[in-house]
């Protein structure tokens, strides 16, 4: 670390020393290789229990192939925004098969499921509307509200119940926006969708889902909770990723036609980036084609899930609250669940501790998540590390 200098910025010296002292100040560790199961991270080769790589299409050939072939034909960038120059016969194409995906009217894509949530929101709501809101909801969706200046109204992790009572409390407000993940990052829950819905409608409110870590995991064909739950035409919008399951990068938003032309002209992410490079947008479409042409991938990726689930639970680690391929070991205190972590890696296993800011205090956790190509080998070699040092720990 540099010295103080005495310039302006020499308080964050005293605040980098406090994340010290509390155990949870980590740089990031450095991936050697492509995104696999078992990869080799800071010169050790470890199983991968932290990557969002759910289908293992990150290093898919396909998707290779078809980023090579895309750089041939199209170049290496777009250089320009979508609405000046940048828009390419690649990016049209995966926003229709998207939308096809989705069953929705249209889609846009955005370079980050993070721009795709905060744009949206702040596109769409100003100072004289409502943003009822999970209060687990990913940050993303946080950092839209506070920009479009909205009332913000959180109500308790998945409680209905309350979030009628603050639709309730908002009738008089000229527009009313209910939003929450799909499946919740952090802990692996599903929310309550048909539930979501049906109270949401009664008000006239618009419910939009981010179905980050639900496309490519649930629904036919890894369609998302929306899907799941047979609730086509139900939800006003549908936020999803390209970097999770997909294996590439980027965001999208499905639903109307009328939703996607109105923030083509007032999203400021959407507006203000350079579009995807073609090799990108290229990949995303070549794993699209594998999502809808082999149901075996989300297959193996339950299997694996609720193997390894069932494995950890059976060792009395608390994973109690996933029901889907995100499944944190909750711990309870950061240096805790990050010396969890950092054990685990000197025993071969990548599984990242997690603590406050993002997730609540005395919530820390190792978060692990399974892929389609783990074998069972991987797994019960990860779960035995998670028992030798669990027990070393006192954890169970």
């Known amino acids: 670390m540099t010295e103080r200098t005495g310039s302006a910025l020499d308080f964050l010296f005293d605040e980098i020393e406090q994340l010290k002292r509390d155990g949870v100040f980590r740089l990031p560790r450095v991936l050697e290789g492509p995104q696999e199961p078992r990869v080799v991270i800071d010169g050790r080769e470890v199983i991968n229990l932290s990557s969002n790589n759910y289908l293992g299409l990150a290093n898919h050939p396909k998707l290779r192939e078809a980023a090579k072939a895309a750089i041939d034909r199209y170049g290496a960038g777009s250089a320009s925004v979508r609405t000046i120059a940048g828009t390419m016969s690649l990016h049209t194409e995966l926003e229709r098969r998207l939308a096809q995906f989705k069953r929705t009217e249209a889609a846009l894509v955005f370079q980050s499921g993070f721009t795709a949530n905060a744009g949206t929101v702040a596109a769409l709501l100003g100072r004289e509307d409502v943003i009822i809101s999970d209060e687990l909801n990913h940050a993303s969706i946080i950092d839209g509200a506070r920009l479009s200046r909205a009332t913000i109204k959180i109500y308790p992790h998945k409680d209905v119940a309350v979030m009628k009572q603050l639709l309730e409390e908002s009738k008089g407000a000229r527009r009313i926006l209910v939003i929450t993940d799909g499946v919740f990052s952090m802990d692996g829950d599903i929310a309550p969708l048909p539930d979501i819905v049906e109270v949401a409608k009664k008000y006239n409110a618009i419910v939009m889902v981010d179905d980050a870590h639900a496309s490519g995991v649930l629904g036919e064909n890894g369609r998302g909770t929306v899907d799941h739950f047979g609730l086509h035409g139900q939800v006003d919008i549908q936020v999803g990723t390209l970097s999770k399951a997909i294996g590439v990068l980027g965001g999208y938003v499905a639903g109307r036609r009328v939703l996607i032309e109105y923030l083509i002209q007032r999203a400021r992410p959407f507006l203000f980036s350079t579009s995807h490079p073609p090799a990108v947008t290229a990949a995303c479409l070549a794993a699209l084609d594998i999502l809808e042409s082999d149901p075996t991938l989300i297959q193996r990726l339950w299997d694996n899930t609720r193997y390894f689930r069932a494995g950890l639970a059976e060792l009395g680690f608390d994973v109690s609250g996933s029901e889907t391929p995100i ?70």
């Open 327 to 396: 499944i944190p070991v909750i711990v309870g205190e950061g240096r805790k669940a990050m010396e969890l972590s950092d054990r685990l890696f000197e025993e071969g296993v990548f599984a990242q501790g997690i603590a406050y800011p993002t997730v609540p205090r005395g919530k820390a956790r190792v978060r692990t998540i399974v892929t389609a190509a783990h074998t069972r080998d991987d797994l019960d070699q990860a779960i035995a590390a998670f028992a030798k040092v669990g027990r070393e720990l006192g954890i169970i």
